[in-house]
T-cell receptor, first 114, second 114 residues
């Protein structure tokens, strides 16, 4: 069965600092990989996804993630944090060849302080 | 124009009552979903419909019954509400049911069972 682990339920960075949110998956076949962001009292919004091709994926708001098959990872990064990046971030996977069933990690709360 | 909308946004009710949550999408998508987010922010899929046909039915109590009158609508009816049903329920939609397809989420319905 697929699973997703997000290391660090809370991450705190200074404005302008590097953001690194970690995601590892467990699956016999590399799945499709997603990062979603949830702002307070809102729904989820797709940041980026990896389906095939180039393993470095660029998303919205300056975020990017790299799929590393050997490490079963899909970490999310942003070179310079902005106050508006404070939110909950979810890594998710769905099975190749299966229905679109997102399996989510537990989420990482990102705090950005001045 | 809201892509995926849900009503109501908040729902407070007593144990034992029956309630419904409605979802509509104006994206022209074929597939719709219900997710439950618990108090610890953990997200789990409940159901998915593709062209009004149920394709994903996770281990959910029989008290939960989804209904899709057409491709643009997916409603969730809950019988005999219990305290543990308190959560935020998200509706989502995608172009089709492929695992690589992006899911677009609604704003959520916060259900509180007293």
């Amino acid at each position: 069965a697929q699973s997703v682990t997000q290391l660090g339920s809370h991450v705190s960075v200074s404005e302008g600092a590097l953001v690194l949110l970690r995601c590892n998956y467990s699956s016999s076949v590399p799945p499709y990989l997603f990062w979603y962001v949830q702002y307070p009292n809102q729904g989820l919004q797709l940041l980026l996804k990896y389906t095939t091709g180039a393993t470095l994926v660029k998303g919205i708001n300056g975020f990017e993630a790299e799929f590393k098959k050997s490490e079963t990872s899909f970490h999310l990064t942003k070179p310079s944090a902005h106050m508006s990046d404070a939110a909950e971030y979810f890594c998710a996977v769905s099975e190749r060849g299966g229905y679109n069933k997102l399996i989510f990690g537990a989420g990482t709360r990102l705090a950005v302080h001045p | 124009d809201t892509a995926v909308s849900q009503t109501p946004k908040y729902l407070v009710t007593q144990m034992g009552n029956d309630k419904s949550i409605k979802c509509e999408q104006n994206l022209g998508h074929d597939t719709m979903y219900w997710y439950k987010q618990d108090s610890k922010k953990f997200l789990k899929i409940m159901f998915s419909y593709n062209n009004k046909e149920l394709i994903i039915n996770e281990t959910v109590p029989n008290r939960f019954s989804p209904k899709s009158p057409d491709k643009a609508h997916l409603n969730l009816h809950i019988n005999s509400l219990e305290l543990g049903d308190s959560a935020v329920y998200f509706c989502a939609s995608s172009q089709d049911s492929r695992g690589s397809d992006t899911q677009y989420f609604g704003p959520g319905t916060r259900l509180t069972v007293l």
